[in-house]
């Protein structure tokens, strides 16, 4: 399930939770891109697990469905993040190593995170253990408006990496806020494909 050789596109798009198509309106409730981030940032500090339902789904250039995944992910305070998929695969995703477990092969391979922190750490996090001061720290961002998820009210942010490393992994991260607990419910990663 989780190969850091393409953790980007792996790990990034285990945050994208089920929900319909969406499309940006208006900011109703008048929130200002700083409001926003005070916000994060006074909610972060109340975060201490989350348990989800989310696929995973990657797409070609052209759009098109390349493959796709769901499962169950549970992240503590730490940011430690376990994800069981359907077919029974595990993973366990600190911040220095990945664990990665096959049934079929009763096998656990373990993949260090050292020398690829930058490609992993700054998204598997990204809006749950983050803060609104990290958010305006490590990206440029920018506020898409407002909408629904199955009649939640979220808000959109689209962050683009500020690091030039960083941007050679990702292009940008759009996150859909619910405006209720100020957690993501929605999170599409563009991989940088060279």
Known sequence: MVRIRNCAGSIG???LLLSGPLSAAENELGWTLDSALKQIE???????SLLADVTAVSTGSDGTTTR??????????NGDIRIRGSAGREALVTRS???????????????????HKYRVEPYARLGFTTTGSDLKDDYLVTML????IRGERVLLLKL???????RQ???????????????PMRQVIDEVTN
């Open 42 to 48: 006074r909610q972060s500090k109340d975060f201490s």
């Open 169 to 183: 992994v990702i292009g940008s991260v759009t996150l859909w806020i619910n405006e209720a607990s100020w957690m």
């Open 145 to 148: 408006g407002e909408d629904s």
């Open 13 to 15: 798009l285990l945050f």
């Open 97 to 115: 190593e990945v664990q990665e477990y096959d049934p079929e092969q009763q096998l656990v391979e373990r993949y260090s995170l050292s020398k």
């Open 68 to 77: 796709e995944m769901s499962g169950r992910l549970y992240m503590n305070q």
């Open 160 to 166: 683009t990496p500020k690091q030039d490393r960083e």
